[in-house]
């Protein structure tokens, strides 16, 4: 009886390979199918939720260049940003914001442009581009965003701060 079921064993490793691998093949383009929603089947959000996006992710950028520590912008940004980057990477990345000492929070309260059309990208990303300017600053933002979930999380970061 036991001879009888080694026997077997082989035969059911060679079958379970094969459709184990398309299970698992499925099993991820299901996840990627749901991981990147069809861009036409998301909304773009009103101005005021826009307005709330561009200013909590600036604030929050703010805080990190201020402190040093980019923990909280990394824990408050999507998934997709948390697998592509670490708080290192990003404390390094924007030394020159603490180094200078472009700090805007007097700006972030301010009158806020958008300089393009609010969009939602070929990857499902909500990208919202414009400006905050006062008599002393200019920030530039370039942002993405992708939902996790239903909230819009934080997926790209492009800012340009000048003292004027």
Wanted: glycine fraction near 6%.
């Amino acid at each position: 009886m036991t001879r009888m079921f080694a026997d077997r064993t082989p035969v059911f490793r060679c079958f379970g390979r094969p459709f184990g691998g398309v299970g698992v093949f499925i099993s991820v383009l299901m996840l990627a199918a749901a991981w990147l929603t069809p861009a036409h089947a998301i909304q773009i959000p009103s101005d005021n939720e826009q307005d709330v996006l561009v200013r909590t992710a600036l604030m929050t950028f703010n805080d990190a260049n201020m402190t040093g520590n980019y923990a909280v912008l990394l824990a408050k940004a999507s998934r997709q940003f948390q697998t592509q980057i670490t708080a290192d990477k990003l404390a390094s990345a924007f030394e020159p914001f603490r180094a200078n000492e472009l700090f805007f929070e007097s700006v972030v309260d301010a009158h806020r442009d958008a300089s393009e059309k609010p969009m939602i990208d070929s990857e499902g990303a909500l990208v919202l581009v414009g400006v905050f300017k006062t008599d002393d600053m200019q920030v530039k933002y370039r942002l993405r965003f992708v939902q996790n979930g239903k909230m819009w999380k934080l997926l790209g970061i492009n800012v340009d701060a000048r003292k004027l």
